[in-house]
């Protein structure tokens, strides 16, 4: 078990064989198939905790993606080898913002191919 928060409210994110857990406020069961990856916040430098957000694949029940904070950072190997142990994607927070930035340039014809 991991301690986590969610918002104010803490809690524990519990790895499972068929995926992940937190118990806390919200209650929620993720499994590994309808996760689509995990970003990782707030990683290194001088923290001693980290944050994720658990990112679902589209259609999937729950498809708000679920923030948890004030992770510590001796958990991050661990959470990562799971992640990693379960073919789970793992990225950072300049990923998404890349893969946004791709799809803004895909959906507004910008990037390359001009005139």
């Known amino acids: 078990m991991?301690?986590?928060?969610?918002?104010?409210?803490?809690?524990?994110?519990?790895?499972?064989?068929?995926?992940l857990c937190y118990v806390?406020?919200?209650g929620r069961f993720m499994s590994n198939s309808s996760i689509s990856k995990v970003l990782f916040h707030r990683?290194?430098?001088?923290?001693?905790?980290?944050?994720?957000t658990v990112i679902f694949n589209s259609g999937a029940a729950?498809?708000?993606?679920?923030?948890?904070?004030q992770i510590d950072a001796a958990e991050l190997s661990?959470?990562?080898?799971?992640?990693?142990?379960?073919?789970i994607k793992i990225g950072t927070e300049d990923d998404d913002e890349d893969e946004g930035?791709?799809?803004?340039?895909?959906?507004?014809?910008?990037?390359?191919?001009?005139?």
């Open 2 to 19: 991991i301690a986590a928060n969610s918002g104010a409210s803490p809690g524990w994110l519990v790895p499972l064989s068929a995926g």
């Open 43 to 52: 990683v290194g430098g001088s923290s001693s905790t980290f944050d994720i």
């Open 101 to 115: 930035d791709t799809q803004h340039a895909a959906a507004t014809g910008a990037g390359g191919g001009g005139l």
């Open 62 to 69: 729950a498809a708000k993606p679920l923030e948890l904070g």
């Open 78 to 87: 661990k959470l990562q080898g799971y992640l990693l142990d379960q073919r």
């Open 24 to 26: 806390g406020k919200p």
